[in-house]
T-cell receptor
Framework: AQTVTQSQPEMSVQEAETVTLSCTYDTSESDYYLFWYKQPPSRQMILVIR??????QNATENRFSVNFQKAAKSFSLKISDSQLGDAAMYFCAYFPDPSFGNEKLTFGTGTRLTIIP | DTGVSQDPRHKITKRGQNVTFRCDPISEHNRLYWYRQTLGQGPEFLTYFQNEAQLEKSRLLSDRFSAERPKGSFSTLEIQRTEQGDSAMYLC????????????FGSGTQLSVL
């Protein structure tokens, strides 16, 4: 079974600075998808960024980018120019390749990000 | 289309009562998922549907839990004889056949069992 580990329960960053959230995962598969979701106090899960394992290029979405290290099974999220609205719980998640069945997201335990004005 | 809709947003019930939650997915999304999230934890998978077929159920889903998606559109999650340990946020998500891996989540139903 796949597992997702987020070893940083809490992180804080000064507004306008850069912060990196860590995630590692365990799988025996070669094709899969990785995600970062954001959950603000409203508790709505919002997709931040998506990475396909077969792509070597790291995904970017505006101020959000990832560092995907497939061999190390590491998937970190970098938030540049942090804004007050970035304050939330951030969850790393794994989705297997559909050809293997078991098609569901597996989440880590989350990292609470605080933005310091 | 306004996204995944869940009803009610909050539910308070007494132990032993039955409760039912509803989820309306994004139109034409054929996959529908239910997750449970307790405070300070990540969402845990409960079950999912492809159209009206329930394809997988987690071991977390005890006999007191049942989910349906009778016409392949909205889904209901029923919990019978609720226990205090059932208190959690119940999240629904949907995805389309083209990009099954991209799940869009609703705002959840917060259940409190007294």
């Amino acid at each position: 079974a796949q597992t997702v580990t987020q070893s940083q329960p809490e992180m804080s960053v000064q507004e306008a600075e850069t912060v990196t959230l860590s995630c590692t995962y365990d799988t025996s598969e070669s094709d899969y998808y990785l995600f970062w979701y954001k959950q603000p106090p409203s508790r709505q899960m919002i997709l931040v960024i998506r990475q396909e394992a077969y792509k070597q290029q790291n995904a970017t979405e505006n101020r959000f980018s990832v560092n995907f290290q497939k061999a190390a099974k590491s998937f970190s999220l970098k938030i540049s120019d942090s804004q007050l609205g970035d304050a939330a719980m951030y969850f790393c998640a794994y989705f297997p390749d559909p050809s293997f069945g078991n098609e569901k997201l597996t989440f880590g335990t989350g990292t609470r990000l605080t933005i310091i004005p | 289309d306004t996204g995944v809709s869940q009803d009610p947003r909050h539910k308070i019930t007494k132990r032993g009562q039955n409760v039912t939650f509803r989820c309306d997915p994004i139109s034409e999304h054929n996959r529908l998922y239910w997750y449970r999230q307790t405070l300070g934890q990540g969402p845990e998978f409960l079950t999912y549907f492809q159209n009206e077929a329930q394809l997988e159920k987690s071991r977390l889903l005890s006999d007191r839990f049942s989910a349906e998606r009778p016409k392949g559109s909205f889904s209901t999650l029923e919990i019978q004889r609720t226990e205090q340990g059932d208190s959690a946020m119940y999240l629904c998500a949907s995805s389309s056949g083209l990009t099954n891996e991209k799940l869009f989540f609703g705002s959840g139903t917060q259940l409190s069992v007294l």
